[in-house]
């Protein structure tokens, strides 16, 4: 009896036994569930706090990134505007157009020479159509053999006053000038530069612009001939090269107010004398779509070479483009060569000294008789 009853708890707490195990088991079993499921809820809940977290991140990213576009494209546009406004007070026009022979049914020309003159210089130019450039019937001949010559001026501060009168009525007879709409005066030599420049290809089509001084021999067919062996170089810079002290006391003829931009040592980089030198057709468009943009310094052969420097054109060094006038003996050693000079003119007075005394002088020592005389 006593043996029975010691029984039934042992039983008792086996069975209890039993069952809390189970009961655990399955507790293990419901946990570990819930914790697998609270991970993957977990994981999918990071993800999609990192998906929002990274469109909140985008959006005013982007928004900032268009934002500063706009504000870089209003600027821009800002800039572009002073520029046209720029361009149109300095004489730019939207419907600037090249001259193109081939929509006319003519032929290119191999060069237009422009004689810079100005006010008061009826006689040089006199003495210039009475010994190396051509008149009338002459002048129209030549061109028609590609060279085209022209004397080159701007009009007067008081707008038809007496001195554009008498340029017109000069003109009116000799059908011989290119009148820019430029304010004559020397100063201004280098925005008459480029005005001329711009004038002449949109009248002409043409290899080669020259400008040449009013006191300063050429000798045409030696011109052309030259030009003709560049003729299908489409970035040239031709003149007789030169560098040298920069003048930087105001006193001094040739002073230049920018000297301290040259640096230390003073002087000039290259770039061709300004009594005579000649561009190519893309050259020349370069300048007059850039003209607003280019700095211009005292001296017009100086800006002109400034221009040069960032370009990617062939300079060609001429020295019979700066033969020296008599007694200097530079046009008979070049005549015995066979190579007569192109240009003559005297350095100590930057061009012929008394030219309208002279001019007929150096024609004959220097130059052979020309093509069209």
Known sequence: MRARRSSEPTGLRLTTALVMLMVTCLACFYVAGRLFQDA????????????????????????????????????????????????????????????????????????VVGINTGFGQRSRRDSIRNVWMPTGKALTRLEEKGIIVRFVIGHSANQGDSLDRQVEEENRETQDFMILDHVEGYDELPIKTQIYFRTAIQTWDANFYFKVDDDVFISLDELGSMLATHAAKPNVYVGCMKSGEIFTEPSQK??????????????????????????????????????????????????????????????????RLCCGSPPSTECQTYKAADKPCIASFDWACSGLCEPVQRMRLVADVCANKQSWE
Do not use: C
Request: proline content about 3%.
């Open 40 to 111: 993957r809820l977990r994981e999918q809940l990071m993800q999609l706090q990192a998906q929002k977290s990274e469109t909140s991140n985008a959006t005013p990213r982007q928004g900032t990134e268009q934002l500063l576009e706009y504000r870089e494209q209003k600027k821009r546009i800002a800039e572009l505007e002073m520029e046209l406004a720029a361009a149109r007070a300095t004489g730019f026009h939207p419907d600037f157009r090249l001259a193109n022979a081939s929509e006319t049914g003519g032929r290119r020309a191999l060069v």
């Open 254 to 319: 040739w002073h230049e107010p920018e000297w301290w931009k040259f640096g230390d040592s003073k002087t000039y980089f290259r770039h061709a004398t300004g009594q005579v030198y000649g561009i190519t057709k893309n050259v020349a468009y370069y300048i007059s779509i850039n003209r607003p943009m280019l700095h211009k310094y005292r001296n017009e052969d100086v800006s002109l070479g400034s221009w040069m420097i960032g370009l990617d054109v062939e300079y060609i060094d001429d020295r």
